[in-house]
């Protein structure tokens, strides 16, 4: 992409994340219906309301490339690369991302029947990448099962919002830097309904 993100060619991930290509990328936040109000584990058997949300936690395995053990908040991927009609190179669209990522991550029963709802697009530069995210807002049913089958992740959990907002105030996680920046993106669009900066002058840049 350049920095007006317009698609201006394609390379692999490896290629990518060497140089630092400027790249596009899609970022969920997957919620669920709280089961119990609180932190609860993904096998655990629990009964009770569903008036709140909790958002899925998940250690990345020490084998990434990047970040490997941190903490993520948001489940993510890169826009691929495809053909169009006439043959010419394009990209996925955002939404088309998302919903891959979701079934490659996720598994196929927990990205079906997901609501997928993009928020906003952002700029971000840090030690590792330079890229236009967008930031989506992902629903499971109630009775998604959920299966982490590429051995990209190493644990997960369920947190309330309100907990995870804390943890996030008091430090609490070792949140890798996109994940912490979306996060609290996310948090501050639904709660006053403000949005980061979309254009690449106003990036957020992350010290190395």
């Not at 899609?26 to 008036?51: I, K, N």
Request: charged share 30%; aromatic share 8%; with cysteine.
């Amino acid at each position: 992409m350049d920095e007006l993100n317009a698609f201006v060619g394609c390379e692999t991930r490896a290629v990518t994340v060497r140089e630092r290509a400027l790249g596009r990328g899609a970022f969920g936040v997957v919620l669920r219906a709280s089961r119990d109000g609180g932190v609860g584990a993904l096998d655990a058997s629990r009964d009770g309301g569903v008036g709140a949300l909790d958002a899925l936690v998940t250690r990345r395995s020490e084998t990434k490339d990047v970040w490997p053990g941190g903490t993520d908040a948001a489940t993510s991927g890169v826009v691929r690369a495809t053909r169009g009609r006439d043959g010419e190179a394009a990209a996925e669209t955002y939404e088309e991302t998302m919903r891959r990522e979701l079934e490659e991550e996720l598994g196929s029963d927990a990205a079906r029947g997901a609501s997928v709802r993009e928020l906003f697009t952002f700029p971000y530069e840090d030690a590792y990448m330079r890229v236009f995210g967008a930031c989506f807002e992902i629903v499971l049913r109630d009775d998604a099962e959920i299966e982490f089958a590429d051995g990209e992740v190493a644990a997960a959990r369920f947190v309330s919002l309100d907990e995870l907002a804390r943890s996030l105030r008091e430090g609490r996680e070792n949140f890798t830097p996109i994940g912490k920046y979306v996060l609290e993106s996310y948090l501050a669009f639904v709660e006053t309904g403000a949005r980061p900066p979309s254009a690449w002058a106003e990036r957020r840049v992350e010290p190395s």
